[in-house]
């Protein structure tokens, strides 16, 4: 049985993995898993998009979203595995400057 | 496409064991991984665990019938649905009725026919879910799509020289698409935006942007008029958790001369009398993601015969590749004799039958045979 949305609380960071369409429908969840994550105190979430070949602008909106939320409580979030359709809206939108993608959710905190 | 490939959920739902067995294989060749559901009350829970992405579903069922499973999928889940059916007379029926599922096939199918209809379903954009029929959502969404539809100019913008149409087709759901225009002095201005979200929520922003956009008409420079409409707007969505894409422009219709901000956006096209088409490059993030975020402005000279094109994201989100949205959209501005045909145009690239999203387009022409 699979979900959308899962995660796995790693030593320095939270990784969710986003699976299937983030969409109008899919974003909502997306922003209840991450709020979880966050509340739990895991302020540091990579969102791992390596199974997500479409986003349109509410699963954009999520992402901020969960960016915000992160930011608030003192951590960050980052992406990790963009495929091709993800990163054409996030270079159209500009916002490849603002959400970081890494290759893999590993490397996503390996800086820091 | 890039490897590795997702893993993609399928659900049969068939009363009779064997055509079940048979769909089970012919979506196991499609690389699904399928779950069975003798029935449509199973059917529906089993959708929702796996979270699938197509359904195939027999029309008649031992308990709640294929139009009552479509219903109730589509108040959760926008798997693609297709409908099997022993009659061939029902195709006709089902296609006029609403039912929310995506493809109909007749029993007995042909294995090689389904899985090329399978196909087909992926390849084309995602059809709206339909909201949830709770009759005060209804309701709201009604008086959004009021505010919503409220905010498109009313006056048409009459330049000499120029040829000036919009477009909008809204989605049942509501999204935040405008645009808003009038003359000034000089010649015009132009805002077209896309508020995040759907419903009411998206239609208040987008009646926001457009009030405060429209507050800085008289501020001379476009830079200063965005900076300062930017940092109202930024406040007012960092209290709703939202944000937008923005384009304004200001054409001077004298010269030609286009000064224009993109926060976002990315969707605006030059397209020139002779040449390529350029896509205008974003100048940074939408508003309301950063805060004390500015945004250069630019500027394009629209020769006689140009055209500035801008469309809303509903356009791309039907194009596989930005390569493919960018020849679209200029074999449309290019199809047309008037601005209005090439609005037409424009949205037809994102069919309405399948569009999810709000689909907006404004073209900006210069005649080609402009004298003063």
């Keep these: 049985m699979q979900m959308q949305f899962s995660y796995e609380v790693k030593d320095s960071y939270a990784e969710v993995k986003s699976v299937g369409r983030l969409n109008m429908v899919a974003a909502p969840k997306l922003r209840e898993v991450v709020n979880e994550v966050v509340a739990s105190g895991s302020s540091r979430v990579v969102v791992n998009l390596a199974e997500t070949d479409f986003m349109d602008s509410s699963g954009l909106g999520a992402l901020i979203g969960c960016l915000k939320a992160a930011r608030q409580a003192g951590g960050d979030l980052r992406i990790a595995g963009v495929q091709p359709q993800v990163k054409m809206v996030l270079e159209l939108t500009n916002m490849d400057r603002v959400l970081t993608a890494y290759p893999s959710a590993e490397e996503a905190f390996g800086d820091d | 496409m890039v490897s590795p490939t997702p893993v993609r959920h399928a659900v049969v739902v068939e009363d009779d064991a064997d ?114 029929e709770d009759p005060h ?126 926060a976002g956006h990315g969707l605006a096209l030059h397209i020139p009398a002779e040449g390529a088409a350029q896509r205008l490059v974003s100048a940074g993030p939408p508003v309301g993601i950063l805060d004390g975020q500015h945004w250069p402005a630019s500027e394009l000279d629209l020769e006689p015969g140009d055209s500035l094109v801008i469309v809303s994201d509903g356009v791309l989100d039907a194009h596989d590749s930005l390569e493919d949205f960018m020849v679209n959209v200029e074999k449309a501005a290019r199809s047309g004799d008037t601005s209005e045909d090439v609005c037409a145009a424009l949205l037809e690239l994102a069919p309405a039958a399948t569009a999810e999203d709000d689909v907006t387009a404004v073209v900006v022409r210069r005649k080609p045979d402009a004298t003063h």
């Design chain 2, 19 to 132: 055509i079940r067995g048979l769909l089970v294989l012919v979506l196991e060749q499609l690389d699904f991984v399928v779950t069975e559901a003798p029935d449509g009350l199973s059917g529906v829970e089993a959708v929702r665990t796996t979270n699938a992405e197509l359904v195939t579903l027999d029309v008649n069922l031992p308990d709640i019938d294929g139009m009552e499973v479509c219903r109730r999928l589509r108040e959760f889940s926008d798997a693609y649905i297709l409908m099997l059916t022993a009659r061939a007379d029902e195709i006709d029926r089902l296609n006029g009725l609403d039912t929310g599922a995506d493809d109909y096939i007749n029993k007995p199918f042909s294995p090689k026919e389904l899985q090329a209809r399978i196909r087909a379903l992926f390849r084309r954009a995602r059809t709206p879910a339909a909201p949830a």
């Design chain 2, 137 to 262: 959502q209804s309701d709201e969404l009604e008086r959004a799509a009021v505010v919503q539809h409220s905010l498109l100019p009313r006056e048409t913008v009459r330049l000499e020289g120029y040829d000036v149409a919009g477009a909008f087709r809204p989605t049942r759901s509501v999204g935040g698409d405008f645009y808003d225009w009038y003359q000034t002095r000089d010649g015009m201005h132009l805002t077209f935006a896309d508020a995040m979200g759907k419903g009411m929520g998206a239609a208040l922003i987008a009646a926001t942007v457009r009030a405060v956009m429209r507050s800085v008409a008289d501020t001379p420079a476009i830079f200063d008029a965005f900076s300062s409409a930017s940092t109202t707007i930024a406040s007012d969505l960092d209290q709703s958790g939202s944000f937008a894409t923005m384009f304004h422009a200001r054409l001077d219709s004298a010269s030609g001369k286009l000064s224009y901000i993109d």
